[in-house]
């Protein structure tokens, strides 16, 4: 799938050091997106998909210089107001069928994608830029961190060093993968072990992740001072 989306973003015009912005729940097409873009070099920019006002939107696709969104129907609205004032946006893409002419559909694209010999020669740079995280903007503007190839596998490797985790566990990504320590913790640190991870699209209602865990096995679950408490 990842091969299929790289072909995708090539054929919809994206290329190596462009920005595409991921607006996604915990999913696979989160996934599948951010890797297909790191593999044909270019760079994906994880948003707080909580965040609806236009302004902070247009500010941060804007600042980010994003060529395109891949969101769900559920936030698609703020979106498309945005394509509609930034020149630079040329489109956006669901990860569910919206019907709608100016929206790809992320999945009939997929399949259905020409193959591109430049997505399997096209390579990043170890120090390459893959992701672009904007930080809260509580004391303004927030500000992009540039993260490179070589900090997530690092920061991975040195966490695997002190957590001692093996290619049996089970990871639950239960926060949100547009932060950092979710991605790295419940994304990056599982596949360079080879362990599963199983994916909660939302932290509420509880029960049904609670009851997951037990039906997965999940043996690793990394989440923050709220949700222990809560537990």
């Keep these: 799938s990842v091969d299929r989306a790289a072909d995708m973003f090539w054929q919809s015009g994206t290329r190596p050091q462009e920005t595409v912005a991921i607006v996604l729940r915990n999913s696979l097409e989160f996934v599948i997106a951010y890797f297909a873009l790191a593999k044909i070099g270019a760079v994906a920019v994880p948003i707080n998909y909580m965040v609806s006002k236009e302004d902070e939107i ?3 696709l804007e600042n980010a210089k994003c060529k395109g969104v891949v969101t769900a129907k559920e936030f698609l609205t703020a979106y498309k107001g945005v394509k509609k004032r930034l020149a630079s946006l040329k489109f956006l893409m669901s990860v569910d ?3 709608e002419h100016d929206v790809i559909d992320f999945w009939h694209y997929l399949r259905h994608a020409h193959y591109h010999p430049a997505t399997m020669k096209t390579q990043a740079a170890e120090h390459a830029v893959v992701s672009i995280l904007y930080t809260s ?4 503007h927030p500000k992009g961190v540039l993260l490179t190839h070589h900090n997530l596998i690092e920061n991975a490797r040195a966490s695997i060093h002190a957590m001692e985790p093996v290619k049996k566990d089970v990871f639950m ?3 949100p993968m547009f932060h950092t320590f979710s991605w790295t913790g419940n994304v990056i640190i599982p596949i360079l072990l080879g362990a599963r991870t199983f994916i909660v699209r939302s932290i509420t209602p509880p029960r ?3 009851a997951a ?3 997965e096995g999940v043996t690793i679950m990394i989440a923050v001072p709220q949700i222990y408490g809560v537990l």
């Design 58 to 60: 247009c500010y941060v």
């Design 97 to 99: 069928f919206t019907g």
């Design 137 to 140: 903007g509580t004391t303004g």
């Design 173 to 175: 990504a239960l926060l």
């Design 208 to 210: 049904h992740w609670l």
């Design 213 to 215: 865990m037990g039906r």
